[in-house]
């Protein structure tokens, strides 16, 4: 059974469509063995928080054998101050391909706690159903199948969009209530004749 939000599991777990899609199946592949999701999908500030949870447990070498194909942001964030802030600063300017994580691509499944029988029947199930798995040294790290990264990124772009438009609907909102005040004030300075000096010249060239 997928389990989410016991003791030891991270709490504030999100999981995308297709992360819930793509565990529906590993589940009925692994035949019994318990699948714990310790992470899923990630903000930039939260990717920084398990990068530095890392780069405290096993190094810096860590990072760059996690994150080989990215090896020249992680010297960046290595000279940067050692804190989610800053570091999420930089991923969401220069690093969101980083991880899987950052688009719903996906998930990571505690290992600790299953027999080397388990790990490898977790291991043949993940390949079975088309993910790929990367040990990591407390979890494994899974890359969804096409098919499930493919409806996270829908959605996240989903999201994405609702979220512009309701930006927009704010500011123009906000625009449409300055300009009703800007005219307010100035019926108001109208009818008591108090004008600019460039306005009144106009009136009276007029």
């Not at 999908?41 to 860590?62: C, H, I, N, T, V």
């Amino acid at each position: 059974m997928i389990r989410l939000g016991e003791p030891g599991v991270k709490a504030g777990i999100i999981l995308t469509i297709g992360m819930k899609g793509y565990l529906r199946e590993l589940e009925g592949a692994a035949g019994g063995v318990p699948i714990t999701v310790t992470s899923a999908d990630r903000s930039p500030e939260s990717q920084a928080s398990a990068m530095l949870k890392k780069l405290s447990a096993k190094g810096e070498q860590e990072l760059y054998k996690v994150y080989r194909s990215s090896s020249g942001l992680i010297t960046k964030l290595l000279k940067a101050p050692r804190t989610a802030q800053a570091w999420a600063a930089i991923i969401r300017s220069d690093g969101m391909r980083i991880s899987r994580h950052l688009y719903g691509g996906a998930v990571d499944l505690r290992t600790r706690d299953l027999s080397a029988g388990q790990l490898d029947t977790l291991k043949r199930a993940i390949a079975q159903t088309g993910g790929r798995a990367y040990p990591e040294y407390d979890h494994l790290h899974v890359d969804l199948p096409a098919k499930y990264a493919g409806a996270s990124a829908l959605e996240s772009a989903a999201k994405g969009a609702a979220k512009s438009a309701t930006r927009g609907i704010v500011i123009v909102t906000g625009v449409g209530l300055v300009g009703i005040l800007l005219l307010g004030v100035w019926r108001w300075r109208s009818r008591r004749g108090s004008f600019p000096a460039s306005v009144g010249a106009a009136r009276e060239a007029a």
